[in-house]
Structures are given as C-alpha cells and as structure tokens.
C-alpha cells in the first residue's frame, strides 16, 4: 500500500506541477496575523486565575478575571461563529463555583489552556461586539488584582473589519477617542520579517495595551515512553517526499485523548468533562499496552492542553502510527439521558445515522470551541487523490472496530443497536492510517458517567482494548516502509 500511496503523491506534484490541482486560497482572502512574542507573565512566580464573572454595565458586557498579579493579554475576535478570545501567559485556573451563566453580549464562555504557554478563554458572542475598555485594578478584598474587559454592541460591519489584525497603538488611539471602531492594521507582506510587540508592564494609572491577535500552534507534545524517539516537527504528506517512512520493530499505537484545555467537550449530568475522562482512559490503555512488551505507545497529549484536529493527524503520521485510537465520551443532552453504552466509530463521509452525524458534527467544531481561525485554512492539494490511498485505510479501520465490537462487548456495555457506526469525523482522516473514534459511554446518563469515573472499569475497558488490537495485528501485520 505504501507504494501506491506515494505513486499517488507523485501523480499530484504532476498536477501540481502543470496547474491542475485544487487552486490556493483567493488571493484577495487577509493574511493570517504574524505571530508575537510569548505574553509577558510579568514578575516571576505562579499565575492563578480564582474568579471570572460576567455582568451588565452602563450598557455593555463586563467580563472580570481575579488573578493573583498583574499579567500581560491579548484580545482578538474571530468569526464565524461570532468570538471573543482572550489569551493569557500559561495560568492554573482554580475557579470555585461552577459554571459562569452567560449574560448580555456573551451567550457561553470557556476557558482552559491553549497550549503549553498559553491559557486561552473564549466567549461566544450573541451579537457583533467591539472591546471598549480594558483595565486593571485592585480586587475588592484588597488581595489580588481584576483584569476588567468592557465588551459593547458593534454592527456586523464593524465586527467582520475588527477580525483583521490590528495594531496596538491603533487599539489605543480607537478607544481613548472612543471612536466607533477599532483601527485596523495593514497585513505584512510574505516578505516581510514582523517583528515582536515588546512586553507590556501594566501601571496603576496606564491605558491598557491590547496586544496583536496571533493564531498560535499547538505543540507536539507527544507523549511516549523511553523506546519511542523524541517527536519531531509533524510531516505531512507532499508531492515530491512523500509520507515519512515506517520504521521496523513493534507496531506503534497512537492514543488520542479527545478534547483538552480550553476544550471541555461534553459536560456529565454530575459535572464530569469529557477531557478529564478521555487522558484518565488513554493512560490506563498505555499502561495495559506497555505491560506486553509488543507495541510502542505514543499520546496525542498527556497533559491537559489543546491539540488542534489537523495537528493530532500530524502527530500519528509523524510517528509512523499503524494504528490511531481516538477516545471520546458522548452527551445526548438533557432531553436523553437514558441512553448509554459504547460504540466505535470509523470514517465515512455518509453516516449511518442521523445521531452519528450529530455527533460528527460536534466533534469536528473543536477547533472552533477553542478559539482557533478556520476561514482562512487552504485546500490540500492532494486532497483528492489522497482520497483513492485512503480506501484501503478505511477497510483496514473497518476491521479493527469490528475487533473492538467482539472484544470490548465481553467487558462492557455497547449500544444494542448498530456499536459499529459511520461518520466524517475530522480526526479520522489520515490517509495512510488505520483509525477509529471509541465513545466510551454518555455522559448525559448518569450511570456511564459513574462508571467512566471508576478506575475498575476503566480497566475492563482498556483490556477489551488490548485484545482488540492484538487480533487486528494477528491477520494485519504492521506495515514496513
């Protein structure tokens, strides 16, 4: 199959090469911001963020952070849908009291780690919005310091100009004029070596500065143990190089804890996140897969941080991964909370069924949910014919759920109906990869949810798991090179 996946490539860079292949983004479309220094976490020590709270104000939507000190920020707005996005230095979010109920301009918030230097919260705006006032000041209890951020109406106009990078001293000048916009900022040229906006010390009685947007990258933190090599900048395929080679050996596992960070994903009828479970069960799948000595293991993330869809691709091609295990946890929502059981997904652009394509649907706006711009990403070049190399994959990953239904089923509950399903998720789509898409219960049934939080039954899962692949391997050897 390799050859023929990179017989394929080469057919591509000759498409690519006389002007036939799918055609790059319009030229007219803004360029994506430059990226900036890492925000200034200002004196050295802990970041902590204790509080956030919205409310309604003089006729705009205040959004309060109570952190232990001073810290720089950025503040940028992307759309489609409408958000608001707030980054800050790599902070511990320890915030008592439950979820922060929408209010005004503001229809939902979020906030976790973006990634390993950067904590992200995001706000879903019910309106065009525009940042009025930005400013810090001492906390009412007289300990610890307010990040205060005035968000006011703006019209659709406005808000699609205000996406665009702007600049700092714009942002400044727009709002000590109280002007009805904010400046915009002329995108660099390709050729042009921007360079970093210097940190930003906050005084008492100081104009806050509102830092360049950046649309940062999420790192590669793959976690692996000792035998499997230090990560590498994630490759993807190319029309001249081709896919990396497969090294000999045992077959490498890419484990791929669903969601992270900013990213929640679904809330238990008693609180659960889905993130929390989806590590808790990746770990315990390594941990049964190391013990048998057959197989190399690697982790999209060990860590609760945000991994972009297209980065997790990345990261099991870069590992050379002979299979991708994607672990999740579903929610129907508060009308449904009778439904529960596994299932296994595998790729397919029909889905089975209307709650596969449901479901599909939320998974692949994860990207979104944590704040990340997706207006301006361009068509794979290869996409099409990438599509003719992945239908052996496909077949490959349709043998493994099966696996997973026989083996998993003798541990745990599986829906009765239709375990093995189809869906177009996003994470799925390496082309040279084997791989499925495991919700390991409902969270909106308060059964599952107890279960999935139980280490025992964890485990069971997990050694349905470890079965599943070694069958898969026993008729479907790992590919070399």
């Known amino acids: 199959m ?8 080469w057919i591509a860079g000759c498409l690519a090469a006389f002007g036939l292949a799918a055609p790059a983004a319009d030229a007219q479309t803004p360029q994506r911001a430059a990226p900036s220094a890492p925000l200034n976490p200002g004196t050295s020590g802990e970041i902590i963020v204790t509080g956030v709270s919205l409310g309604e104000t003089a006729g705009s939507t205040r959004l309060i952070l109570t952190l232990n000190r001073r810290i720089d920020h950025r503040v940028f707005f992307l759309n489609e849908p409408m958000r608001a996005v707030i980054d800050l230095p790599s902070v511990q979010w320890r915030i ?3 979820e922060v109920a929408p209010s005004g301009l503001v229809s939902g918030l979020r906030y976790g780690a973006f990634d390993a230097a950067t904590g992200r919260l995001v706000l879903d705006l019910a309106q065009p919005a525009k940042l009025r006032e930005a400013r810090f000041d001492l906390a009412p209890s007289g300990r610890g310091q307010r990040l205060v951020l005035d968000f006011e109406r703006s019209t659709p106009e406005a808000f699609a100009q205000n996406v665009q990078p702007w600049s700092a001293s714009g942002v400044l000048r727009a709002m000590q004029a109280n002007a009805p916009q904010l400046q915009t900022q002329t995108p660099p040229s390709p050729q042009a070596q921007p360079q970093p906006a210097p940190p930003t010390q906050f005084a008492q009685t100081a104009a ?27 490759q993807v395929p190319n029309a001249q190089g081709g896919a990396p080679a497969r090294p000999t050996g045992r077959p490498m596992i890419m484990l791929d804890p669903g969601h992270g960070g900013v990213d929640p994903g679904a809330i238990g009828v008693s609180g659960t996140h889905e993130k929390e479970i989806t590590l808790a069960m990746a770990r315990e799948i390594r941990r049964q897969l190391e013990q048998t000595g057959r197989y190399r293991i690697a982790m999209t993330r060990d860590d609760d941080v945000f991994i972009r869809l297209r980065d997790r691709i990345a990261l099991a091609r870069q590992q050379s991964a002979d299979l991708f295990i994607s672990i999740h946890a579903d ?23 209307n709650e596969a394509a449901a479901l599909a649907a939320r ?3 994860a990207d979104i949910i944590a704040g990340v711009d997706l207006t301006r990403e361009n068509r794979d070049v290869t996409s099409i ?5 992945q239908r052996e994959t496909m077949n490959r990953s349709i043998v493994f759920a099966r696996h997973l239904v026989s ?11 239709n375990p093995h399903r189809f869906a177009g998720f996003a994470v799925l789509r390496a082309p040279d990869t084997p791989s499925v898409l495991i919700e390991m219960g409902y969270l909106s049934n ?14 069971k899962v997990a050694a349905g798991i470890l079965r599943a692949i070694d069958a898969y391997f026993a008729s479907n050897p790992a590919r070399r090179g």
Do not use: C, K, W
């Open 96 to 98: 008592a009291g439950g």
């Open 331 to 353: 929610s129907m929502g508060s009308g449904n909370t009778a439904t529960r059981g596994a299932s296994i997904y595998t790729l397919s652009e029909n889905a089975s069924d």
């Open 385 to 389: 014919l990438i599509d003719l190399a």
């Open 446 to 459: 308060a059964q599952d949810e107890l279960l999935l939080n139980r280490p025992h039954h964890r485990t």
């Open 407 to 417: 083996e998993m089923g003798r541990e745990v509950l599986l829906l009765p109906q």
């Open 2 to 9: 390799r050859g023929r996946f990179l017989n394929i490539l």
């Open 208 to 234: 806050p500065r509102v830092a360049a947007p950046v649309a940062p990258t999420a790192p590669t933190n793959v976690a692996a143990p000792a035998a499997v090599a230090s990560p590498r900048p994630p």
């Open 363 to 365: 998974e692949n706006r």
